[in-house]
């Protein structure tokens, strides 16, 4: 018999969304979690599974009952001939890496953070970069979810194709996701090397940076023209590494969010800090070499707001530059460095934000130094717009202020998604507050 907690109240890593279910379950087994939905069905409540609530949106949250896929964290094959890996969804990357590592496996592309479930990240879109490389959901070959009544379905390209098209990104709306399989490569060291240019040198030259570099991004200081470039390759060199305590966290860290705090009271100083933060840290040539899951993770140590959306790659130029305008002409507006852009390759899942294009996802980020909240509705609201002007489509695990309408214009499988959503799970059983935004 599954055990449910009540009081337990939830909150995102960032700590800018949190709820309180009114029953949290920490199932152990498949039998348990169809109980959770027997109760529910029963009971007449909404479900919400969570991963590692890194989701920087309420995508999340719910008032009904909570999962927690913690305790489903099970490595349950590995086939070394396919290079393929079947995880319980609940597993955290972190865990799985060194798995991986034991069997001369890796996964070709990964996100930034990897305290995230293999169930969660795939359901909410999330990428790395490379424009030879689809989002992470692109390496999963099959899954297993179990739908509002019980049923489960195993679902790949060759058995229920259409539900596995949708359900690669599923937004948590169309049932428990049980297991994942995901296409893995040989094992291999990547080599990091960034170098400071300006933000017309890499737009003009976007073309030859992406044909350079296998996993090619940049990072924009906003108020300025500078940009670092980062790198990053398959090598055969020893890991070394430039990380540096003083320079990485008493300065990156310690000072910046001092500086950024007083900012909230002096916001003309925020182009001053990210100039000089660009000087201080970013002026140089540097180099890391390590195994690929070590390079694509980074410790992200600011609790923040941030906005990701993917355009059209060839839009890229003008986003940016009108982006850049728009703070020109608005001195009173502040954007905190970096603008993150990355570029990622088209694929076909129904509600993948790259869908059918190759793509450029542009992240907008504001900082809440000592937890204190940055004004930031203005540049919001003037990032949106230049997004959806270029045919934008917002990253699902981040904070957006799109309905269904807008969706529907984005995406030319929306409809498709939303048939498919209604018939595995009638009677909303899986929605919350931010899927009824997407959906009705």
Request: some cysteine; proline content about 4%; overall charge neutral.
């Amino acid at each position: 018999m599954v055990h449910g907690y009540k009081g337990v109240k939830f909150q995102n890593w960032a700590r800018t969304y949190g709820c309180c279910p009114e029953m949290y379950f920490q199932p152990t087994s498949v039998e348990e979690i169809r109980e959770v939905l027997a109760l529910a069905r029963q009971q007449n409540k909404r479900v919400k599974v969570v991963g590692g609530g890194h989701s920087p949106s309420d995508i999340a949250c719910t008032d009904g009952f909570m999962i927690h896929m913690g305790m489903m964290n099970r490595v349950l094959k590995v086939d070394t001939e396919k290079k393929q890996v079947t995880v319980e969804a609940g597993i955290l990357l972190a865990d799985l890496h060194p798995q991986l590592d034991k069997h001369g496996l890796a996964l070709s592309t990964l996100g930034a953070v990897s305290d995230v479930t293999a169930g969660g990240v795939i359901g909410s879109g999330t990428h790395n970069t490379g424009i030879k490389h689809g989002i992470l959901a692109t390496q999963v070959v099959a899954l297993t979810l179990m739908m509002a009544d019980g049923t489960i379905l195993e679902c790949s390209e060759s058995s229920n194709a259409e539900v596995f098209q949708a359900a690669r990104v599923h937004l948590g709306c169309l049932g428990v996701i049980l297991t994942v399989t995901l296409q893995c490569v040989p094992q291999f060291h990547l080599q990091e090397t960034t170098f400071p240019s300006t933000l017309n040198e890499v737009l003009d030259n976007l073309d030859s940076h992406l044909k350079k570099s296998e996993y090619f991004r940049f990072l924009w200081f906003p108020h300025s023209e500078n940009v670092s470039v980062i790198y990053q390759d398959h090598t055969t060199k020893p890991p070394s590494s430039s990380a540096n305590w003083f320079w990485d966290y008493a300065i990156g860290f310690y000072l910046l969010e001092f500086l950024l705090w007083i900012s909230t009271f002096l916001p003309g100083l925020v182009g001053w800090i990210n100039r000089f933060f660009f000087w201080l840290l970013f002026n140089g040539k540097k180099e890391n070499c390590n195994l690929s899951h070590k390079i694509f993770t980074y410790e992200c140590r600011f609790k923040q707001h941030v906005q990701d959306w993917a355009i059209p790659r060839e839009k890229t130029k003008e986003a940016l530059l009108e982006l850049k305008a728009m703070l020109e002409a608005n001195p009173k507006v502040v954007a905190h460095y970096p603008v993150e852009v990355r570029f990622t390759r088209g694929d076909d899942i129904l509600l993948s934000p790259c869908f059918q294009r190759d793509s450029c996802y542009m992240n907008i980020i504001m900082y809440r130094p000592y937890g204190k909240d940055v004004p930031r509705l203005d540049y919001w609201l003037a990032y949106e717009t230049i997004m959806k002007k270029v045919g934008g489509r917002p990253h699902w695990a981040k904070a957006h202020n799109c309905t269904r309408k807008d969706f529907e214009k984005m995406y030319p499988a929306f409809q498709r998604f939303c048939a498919i959503r209604e018939k595995l799970d009638p009677t909303g059983m899986f929605l919350n507050a931010y899927l009824e935004k997407v959906f009705y």
